[in-house]
């Protein structure tokens, strides 16, 4: 094996690519989560923006499009997740299940006509200045658009917890729901919001890859990515910050193991290939997760 | 204005009948669905819920209905354990796939011996392969309170590499010609799961899924662990007080379920399936989880819900062959019939209040 042929510089640069569909679907279930729903159709509503996104992309011939059509399919996906849950109070761990089991139908059926054909091109930005600097130019300033939206996302997320009323109102609904309605806030509309702005992150993570990280659509093209970013949040402990170096975490990982498979490593490409999810596990297993919002995954009911 | 009071108890009634109700919705709401797709409604319905069964080439058909049924209710009866108790074991497609790598490895360590001990070994192999892999969950949710859901659902990705990596590496048929897969095993007596009635789709699988059922009726109503299952799923804090340990329900719940998936992963690979392949698992381990809840966690309802759907499975195949009706619009019919009884189980628990509202 030949480590040498492995750029550093290149590998930190796609790293922030590798790391980019996984936060923005993990970013929009941390939001879901800290509004006291859990969300386990995140592979489901991934795996239809994937798919949403490329038909767009394809039709329009305009990835911003297909990007739009992409959180769109996704947060209409969410809507049965919270019709179900919120509105008839199903359980959320099952209804998830059959969201994503849904979702994988969905986007194959969706997705038929478009095996093989190539998406439009999503050109980088090359950021003035700033992409200039040696090393950290090409690692951090060289990309294309959507990993600067992933990373304004979870930067006006943080914002808006911790600054904003409505951010506030957001958590003392997930961490308290019968407190939250007795001062009179509308749990299930909060609640109803935060499930579609979940839901269309998940699809803006999905169309990254079918668009930009791929760039095809391939069926169950997603591989377990919307599982991963539901195991970000819990490592995050429900934190914006920590959610992205989580994310960076997984990134660098799968970069990794894929250039070690390109530099022929003596290791089977099988082996390498399980890396992100054996490192998946053992980050949940070593760092303990904080404290969850205190009404994560039960149901609300306003008796009277 | 429409409202929902919550039952003092789960209704009884709206128990037996919402998986009825919610198939009555599958089927209308699959009806749109493919007439949206350019096919007739009622043909297609009717090709997939009653051609296998009533066609003049359902001979052919019926057997595969065992065929299909048998893994998909061998796994949900040990998920709806650990279900019953609110522990979450869905990679349960991981650990059929470990069963038929162990088992079949046995087996094919064999080769070419014949020996009436071999397929029961195998049989042995197969369920402690799906056994460990459900104890790693496990233990990690003892050991160090890791999320079962999560762990469980990543080593099914790891698990299908494992079976690439077998497929292409250690297990490969050595006189394949470099082609993928295994030897295969229903072309070697001793350790083929052949039908015990030639023709008639009943192999031991079959056999043991009955089995299985049965057992899980005993122990979920007459045993103690049954009891304790029950107890912790409606209420942890007074299955602690009643003296039921957390930790041994858990891995307990987990080995039940991987063990059962291990099997059925081995009688697929021993029969059905024939041979270890890249693309061996077809999803069997995430139907079961529809099949537990369309059955009610309830071992008879799963025979019942693991029949309808193997007739989904056939009867989609049947139309995607006669009618052209693309395969994965089956899959979302398969989603649909648990988004439909998620739905209407509303009614099981709240009683549904008509009209003006009560300041």
Request: hydrophobic share 55%; with cysteine; aromatic share 10%.
């Amino acid at each position: 094996m030949d480590l040498s042929s492995i750029n550093p510089v290149l590998l930190l640069a796609s790293l922030m690519v590798a790391a980019t569909p996984i936060l923005l679907a993990a970013i929009g279930e941390l939001v879901v989560e800290r509004a006291g729903v859990l969300n386990l159709g995140v592979e489901g509503m991934m795996i239809t923006g994937a798919v949403c996104g490329f038909v767009v992309a394809v039709g329009t011939n305009s990835p911003w499009l297909g990007f739009l059509g992409a959180a769109i399919g996704g947060a209409l996906l969410s809507v049965i997740f919270g019709f179900l849950t919120q509105l008839l109070l199903s359980n959320q761990v099952a209804t998830g299940l059959a969201l994503t089991l849904f979702g994988l139908g969905l986007s194959a059926l969706m997705g038929q006509g478009y095996i093989g054909i190539k998406a439009p091109e999503f050109p980088d930005w090359h950021i003035p200045l700033l992409g200039d600097i040696p090393v950290i130019g090409p690692i951090v300033f060289q990309h294309d658009p959507m990993v600067y939206v992933g990373l304004v996302i979870v930067a006006g997320v943080w914002a808006f917890l911790k600054y904003s009323r409505a951010g506030l109102i957001l958590r003392a609904v997930g961490e308290n729901h019968e407190a939250a309605h007795a001062l009179g806030y509308h749990v299930v509309r909060v609640r109803m919001l935060a499930i579609m702005f979940g839901g269309a992150c998940a699809g803006l993570g999905g169309a990254y890859l079918s668009l930009v990280r791929v760039p095809q659509w391939t069926e169950g093209m997603t591989a377990g990515a919307g599982w991963i970013a539901l195991a970000i949040v819990v490592f995050a402990s429900w934190r914006p910050g920590r959610l992205l170096l989580g994310a960076y975490l997984f990134g660098g990982v799968t970069v990794l193991q894929l250039n070690l498979q390109a530099a022929g490593a003596a290791i089977g490409v099988e082996y390498l290939s399980m890396a992100p999810y054996l490192a998946t596990i053992a980050v949940l297993v070593i760092m303990r997760a904080g404290r969850a919002p205190g009404s994560l995954g039960q149901s609300f009911h306003a008796s009277r | 204005m429409i409202m929902l009071e919550k039952r003092p108890q789960p209704s009884r009634g709206w128990t037996f009948a919402t998986p009825v109700v919610a198939v009555v919705l599958t089927m209308f709401f699959g009806g749109l669905l493919f007439a949206a797709l350019g096919q007739d409604p009622l043909v297609t319905i009717r090709t997939i819920f009653l051609d296998p069964l009533f066609s003049e080439f359902a001979w052919f058909y019926r057997p595969q209905l065992l065929i299909k049924g048998a893994p998909l209710v061998l796994i949900a009866i040990g998920l709806s354990f650990g279900f019953r108790a609110g522990i979450w074991n869905i990679g349960a497609e991981g650990q059929y796939i470990v069963g038929a790598i162990c088992g079949a490895a046995v087996g094919l360590a064999f080769y070419p011996i014949e020996s009436f001990v071999i397929f029961p070994l195998m049989i042995i192999a197969g369920a402690i392969g799906g056994l460990l892999w459900a104890m790693i969950p496990g233990i990690l949710r003892v050991r160090f309170g890791t999320n079962e859901i999560l762990v469980s659902l990543m080593l099914v990705y790891v698990a299908e590499q494992l079976l690439a990596s077998m497929a292409l590496g250690a297990l490969r048929n050595p006189d394949g010609m470099g082609f993928p897969g295994s030897r295969n095993l229903s072309q070697y007596d001793s350790a083929a799961n052949l039908e015990i009635i030639a023709g008639s789709g009943m192999h031991w699988g079959v056999l043991t899924a009955f089995l299985a059922v049965i057992l899980a009726y005993v122990a979920l109503s007459r045993h103690i662990f049954g009891f304790n299952v029950r107890l912790s799923g409606q209420s942890p804090r007074a299955a602690r007080f009643a003296g039921v340990n957390p930790g041994m329900l858990i891995l307990s719940c987990m080995g039940i379920s991987g063990a059962l998936a291990g099997l059925a992963g081995l009688f697929e690979v021993a029969g059905p399936a024939g041979q270890i392949s890249i693309d061996f698992n077809v999803g069997y381990g995430f139907t079961a989880i529809i099949v537990a809840f369309l059955g009610r966690l309830h071992p008879v309802g799963i025979l019942l819900a693991g029949g309808l759907m193997a007739l989904t499975y056939i009867g989609g195949e049947i139309a995607q062959s006669n009618l052209g009706l693309p395969i994965a619009a089956i899959q979302i019919l398969q989603g649909m019939l648990l988004f439909f009884l998620l739905a209407v189980d509303v009614l099981t628990n709240y009683r549904v209040i008509w009209g003006r509202q009560v300041a």
